[in-house]
């Protein structure tokens, strides 16, 4: 059979070394040290990316200096002693032919005090994005000090088993702010003209190359936001790209999207298009002569890498989310099956979602993402005695709960009530911009299908019917269904909203399951905070509804706003007209209005509307398991009818299931 993707799936040298192909895991955060070390937690993530194939691992950002200093899962710097934990990395990555890379960085204004507790060092004592705080300009003896300490972490990388380091100028970092005239405003010989801001970067290289050597790869990771002014642009980013290539200062080239100005970008939520990095990895590809040019940036698949390669936008493509979702993404991709890859839903609920409350880092799609240690990778151990399964329920929890007991050889039964698989999430991927939940889900049919799964849609269970199945194992995840109540958090004694058992009042998973009868203007009441609001509010408004959200946040999106999606998610609603009143609650509704109370000063405004959508909590569907407990049947329960959540939770409960029948 003749390779699907021959572009991507093809050898390239990078520096001293040949990658098997073409597609990299990218570096990123994952935030997992055990006090500044690499350890077990490390060990099976990265393991098992190499497992699944990736050519190349640039692993997560050691910090250069002690004020450079960003999460709490930061690696210690200027410490000899992570050198034998990463050791361990490198050492079980190499086995199965992985390039390995650390990336070191240090980003300058944008620190982070309340991890290093100590000033953030720049070159021009500019205030950083990342917070409140100025930062501290550095002298010339300081600028000294971190050439010398990126110097030594590229020194214990290659003492740990690193083929290589890449050096981070990406969003705005510290290297790019000494490139920057904007952020460079010194006037000695690191400031001024161009090759005078060229100096630190390539001082700091030269002195990295003396240390560890020829045959050591020197990759530099950058960025191009062209939203904003005050970053540097893709002509810039050539200029200075062309200049370090003709001297012969790195082995290649990294190029994403965003910056610490516009976050969103860095990580880009489905609100974006695919391949967002290309175009700019395309720019520099054009100047750089003699390094390699890798594209990162809402790739996501490998379709689209092959498609990058094939088109001579890069010579090499990392994919980090796509990766976390699936480490086997190479592997199959290369043998034929990408089908089977999991796809990533660019949902950020999980990875950018707990990286930014400073968690280690798992993924929405797949929870063994940070448990590999624990779970044995992505891979499922056969049982050890096959059972009859029967699930109940085909929402998020049953759908993995199923696969997984029938990757390890159960003989399962699915049952769900509609005539789709899905659940609520089915709802959620009619969302705009949301399909690829639906992909997620046809991913599920398929490997249902494989598996051998009996699926029985339109097949509602009562207790009576699960009693004579006579399954060794029942599995309960029959979700939740809107309260119905219009329950506030703002309005925490008020058990239901005054009105809210008119007939013009409807919930979110009426409007997206096409049940609703609206009026021309809907009220949102969104209680929640996430997408079951926003996206119902954005679906309404493209189809031409007039829509007025009301929240007791003091912004629309609190609850994504951890994913980065939040402000992009407000820009389309505010473009679409939606109108937001913050830091409210409706009082009550009166059938053609509504009674809204301030939460800052208790003032009401009657304003009239045609129909109220509520986006509240849900209520766990609870009446099976009860009445399996009531007729003495054994069971176990995931997802929603346990309490309910977000689809990671359902997940996730859904995979601990599967592993321990």
């Not at 990658?19 to 990123?28: D, I, Q, T, V």
């Not at 690193?162 to 100028?169: N, S």
């Not at 199959?332 to 707990?354: F, L, T, V």
């Not at 189809?543 to 980065?564: L, N, Q």
Request: aromatic letters at 8%; hydrophobic letters at 40%; a neutral charge.
């Amino acid at each position: 059979m003749s390779q699907p993707f021959p572009h991507l799936f093809s050898p390239l040298k990078v520096g001293c070394k040949t990658l098997k192909h073409r597609l990299n895991f990218g570096a990123h955060t994952a935030n997992m040290s055990v006090d500044g070390l690499p350890m077990e937690r490390h060990l099976g993530y990265y393991r098992e990316r190499a497992r699944g194939g990736a050519a190349m691992i640039v692993v997560e950002p050691v910090p250069a200096h002690r004020t450079g200093v960003l999460t709490r899962g930061n690696f210690r710097h200027g410490d000899d002693a992570v050198a034998p934990h990463f050791r361990k990395i490198t050492d079980a990555c190499h086995e199965h032919g992985t390039v390995m890379i650390q990336q070191i960085y240090h980003v300058g204004a944008h620190g982070d005090w309340d991890n290093s507790f100590e000033p953030n060092w720049s070159p021009a004592g500019l205030p950083s994005m990342h917070d409140s705080d100025g930062s501290h300009a550095m002298s010339e003896s300081e600028i000294a000090e971190i050439i010398e300490s990126h110097a030594q972490a590229a020194r214990r990388a290659k003492e740990a088993g690193f083929d290589g380091c890449e050096l981070m100028a990406a969003y705005n970092a510290l290297i790019e702010q000494f490139w920057s005239p904007w952020t460079n405003r010194r006037d000695d010989r690191y400031g001024g003209s161009f090759e005078n801001r060229m100096r630190f970067s390539a001082e700091l290289l030269a002195r990295i190359r003396a240390l560890c050597g020829p045959d050591f790869i020197i990759g530099m990771a950058v960025s191009v936001d062209p939203t904003r002014p005050d970053v540097l642009s893709l002509a810039d980013q050539q200029e200075i790209a062309a200049w370090h290539d003709a001297r012969g200062l790195y082995d290649y080239v990294t190029c994403g999207t965003g910056s610490y100005f516009d976050f969103t970008r860095i990580i880009p939520p489905f609100l974006y298009e695919d391949k967002l990095g290309p175009p700019f990895a395309e720019g520099l590809k054009h100047v750089v002569k003699h390094g390699r040019v890798q594209a990162e940036s809402h790739i996501r698949t490998p379709e689209n890498a092959d498609y990058v390669i094939a088109s001579g936008q890069a010579d090499m493509v990392s994919i980090v989310r796509g990766q976390i979702a699936d480490p086997h993404m190479a592997n199959k991709a290369r043998e034929g099956r990408a089908d089977d890859i999991r796809p990533c839903i660019s949902c950020n609920q999980m990875c950018w979602g707990r990286r930014s409350r400073d968690y280690w880092i798992s993924c929405l799609v797949n929870p063994s993402a940070g448990r590999e240690f624990q779970w044995n990778g992505d891979r499922f151990a056969p049982a050890a005695q096959p059972k009859r399964v029967l699930v109940v329920g085909g929402g998020p929890a049953g759908l993995e709960a199923a696969r997984v007991a029938a990757e390890r050889g159960h003989r399962v039964t699915l049952a769900e009530a509609a005539d789709k698989i899905g659940g609520q999430f089915r709802l959620a991927g009619m969302q705009p911009r949301r399909a690829q939940i639906l992909d997620l889900l046809a991913w599920y049919e398929r490997q249902l299908e494989r598996l051998q799964v009996v699926v029985r849609l339109n097949a509602p269970m009562d207790a009576e019917e699960i009693r004579q199945s006579a399954a060794d194992m029942v599995i309960v995840a029959t979700g939740s269904q809107p309260a119905g109540t219009g329950f506030q958090r703002g309005l925490p004694t008020l058990a239901q909203l005054p009105g809210v058992e008119r007939d013009n009042v409807f919930s979110v998973e009426a409007v997206m399951g096409r049940s609703a009868k609206l009026g021309q203007r809907v009220l949102l009441l969104d209680d929640v905070g996430n997408w079951r609001g926003s996206g119902t509010a954005w679906h309404m408004a493209e189809k031409g509804h007039a829509v007025t959200i009301v929240t007791p946040d003091a912004a629309v999106g609190r609850e994504i706003a951890r994913t980065g999606a939040d402000w992009p998610a407000r820009a389309r609603l505010a473009k679409l007209g939606v109108r937001f009143i913050t830091e409210s609650v409706v009082a009550a509704w009166h059938g053609d209005a509504a009674t809204i109370r301030s939460l800052l000063d208790d003032s009401e405004q009657r304003l009239p509307f045609d129909s109220l959508v509520l986006a509240t909590v849900n209520a766990s569907q609870t009446e099976i398991a009860a009445a399996l407990r009531a007729d003495g049947v054994a069971f176990q329960e995931a997802g929603d009818c346990l309490a309910p959540r977000h689809a990671p939770a359902a997940i996730y409960e859904g995979r601990k299931l599967g592993l321990a029948l």
